[in-house]
């Protein structure tokens, strides 16, 4: 069982920055494939970006790549998200989760934190 709690939501100008935190229990994370998603109202949930295990292979979704980085240090049991250059259509709770492949589709996540909120105003 790995337990998710994402910290570092808040409310940024456009332009601006924030790193988002996902700290995880249990002694197995460092096996798991990290995801972010994010939903914003009225929309479904959507990938942002997944980091494999050890944390040498990311993959990013078109719209986020080049202003969103992924990292994970495993020896806290932490994943990531540096958002930069946030836009107001980046406004969404973001979610961390952890699977076992390399997946875009949330179906492909086992365990999920219960998001934090990013705000961006124009």
């Known amino acids: 069982q790995v337990q998710l709690v994402e910290s570092g939501g808040g409310l940024v100008q456009a332009g601006g920055s924030l790193r988002l935190s996902c700290a995880a229990s249990?002694?197995?994370?460092?096996?798991?494939?990290m995801g972010w998603f994010r939903q914003a109202p009225g929309k479904e949930r959507e990938f942002v970006g997944v980091?494999?295990?050890?944390?040498?292979?990311?993959s990013y979704a078109d719209y986020v790549k080049g202003r969103f980085t992924i990292s994970r240090d495993n020896a806290k049991n932490t994943v990531y998200l540096q958002l930069s250059t946030l836009k107001p259509e980046d406004t969404a709770v973001y979610f961390c989760?952890?699977?076992?492949?390399?997946?875009?589709?949330?179906?492909?996540?086992?365990?999920w934190g219960q998001g934090t909120q990013v705000t961006v105003s124009s």
């Open positions: 989760a952890a699977g076992g492949s390399y997946s875009r589709d949330s179906r492909g996540y086992v365990y």
């Open positions: 980091i494999s295990w050890s944390g040498t292979w990311t």
């Open positions: 249990g002694r197995t994370f460092s096996s798991y494939t």
